[in-house]
């Protein structure tokens, strides 16, 4: 069900006016801090000199996602992104409280993701979802909104989005990513509400908590980019992988038993059904169990913490549809300078993955 949401010009912010071909820094009041002082978070407004749509980009929604606040800047200091038309509003930091500290949460233990559209008279977490709806989204036509994996989680950058929408599916084929993941959202997700208000928004789920990560950076700047020329809002040429699949189905393989893992995958791998994904073992490395691929899947994230107890997550497998040629895929990684490639590479330093050795029996 759409959404009411009264549209506001993106060339004036409370008498803050930016006109066409002009850049601004501007603070948007979002909240206040115990102290009573005024919480204001940083926007960066850029305006093309012909008209067009505008695109918000925001980042550390959840406070201690911030591989999307150094994208954010990067595409703020960026001297080569001209917009020919539209107009560009860059937020690197949603959720100032919990980025001040380092947090996920609110200070009342909310999560603002989860808050949207909000309300005006509502908790902490349910006003700044309000202030953010109706400043934010209100003057834009399509939104990218960039995450991270949760703390001790990695996360093989993919795009996730409601490709029922046909909008939706536009961006997010256009964003280029090589894994598209179909979903609308949580319930009170920020994506989720825009959609339902008129306003096609994606995700881009991408590294770890606490840290800004090169390749998780170029991905979100050259999917930002390719937006932008898919909309017709820059003279650039989009740089899109030769392959994209759509991912249907997500699951999360947890641990059976308590012990600790030894990975035989990376992030961004290709599996096959059966294969196996972790050992597990006690701690003087006796095998306890064995966690195997349910099918033929990518692993779009996983684990960076080996130590188990029974039912925690290790690998997240997103199913490959029929006909996927995963040679092809890897054909494509290997190809010099591959971006795909290289993200496999970085992310699979943040595990340590080692062969499966089979069990021998004895004569």
């Not at 959720?95 to 001040?100: I, Q, W």
């Not at 096609?200 to 980019?225: M, N, Q, Y």
Request: charged fraction near 25%; aromatic fraction near 6%; proline fraction near 6%.
């Amino acid at each position: 069900m759409k959404r009411a949401l009264e549209a506001k010009s993106v060339g004036d912010w409370d008498g803050q006016r930016i006109a066409p071909g002009e850049a601004r820094d501007i603070r948007l009041a979002i909240s206040e801090s115990y102290s009573g002082m005024t919480v204001k978070i940083p926007i960066h407004v850029r305006r093309g000199p012909q008209p067009g749509p505008t695109v918000f980009v925001t980042a550390a929604l959840h406070g201690d996602e911030i591989n999307g606040t150094g994208a954010i800047r990067q595409l703020i200091q960026d001297e080569h992104l001209e917009l020919t038309s539209g107009a560009l509003v860059l937020v690197p930091v949603l959720n100032l409280l919990g980025f001040d500290r380092h947090s996920r949460y609110l200070p009342d233990r909310r999560d603002l993701n989860r808050s949207f559209p909000g309300s005006a008279d509502g908790s902490l977490a349910s006003r700044m979802a309000r202030t953010i709806f109706d400043e934010i989204v209100a003057r834009g036509d399509y939104g990218i909104d960039f995450h991270t994996a949760a703390v001790r989680r990695t996360n093989y950058p993919n795009v996730r989005g409601d490709l029922s929408n046909p909008e939706v599916l536009r961006i997010a084929e256009a964003f280029g990513c090589d894994f598209i993941v179909n979903g609308k959202g949580p319930a009170g997700a920020f994506r989720r509400e825009a959609c339902s208000a008129g306003r096609p928004s994606i995700i881009l789920e991408g590294g770890e908590v606490w840290k800004v990560e090169p390749a998780i950076v170029e991905t979100a700047v050259r999917g930002v980019h390719n937006v932008l020329a898919e909309l017709g809002m820059t003279d650039q040429q989009p740089e899109r992988p030769d392959y994209q699949v759509i991912i249907e189905k997500t699951k999360w393989v947890r641990a059976e038993r308590g012990g600790f893992l030894q990975f035989h995958v990376q992030p961004g791998e290709m599996v096959e059904q059966d294969q196996p994904l972790a050992t597990n073992t006690n701690l003087l490395g006796h095998e306890r169990s064995v966690l195997s691929a349910p099918f033929d899947a990518v692993v779009i994230g996983m684990t960076t913490l080996p130590a188990v107890s029974p039912g925690e997550s290790v690998c997240h497998l997103g199913q490959l549809p029929a006909g996927t040629r995963p040679k092809r895929i890897a054909k494509h990684r290997a190809a010099e300078d591959s971006l795909e490639g290289r993200l496999v590479d970085d992310l699979a330093t943040n595990v340590m993955v080692v062969e499966r050795e089979e069990e021998v029996e004895g004569d």
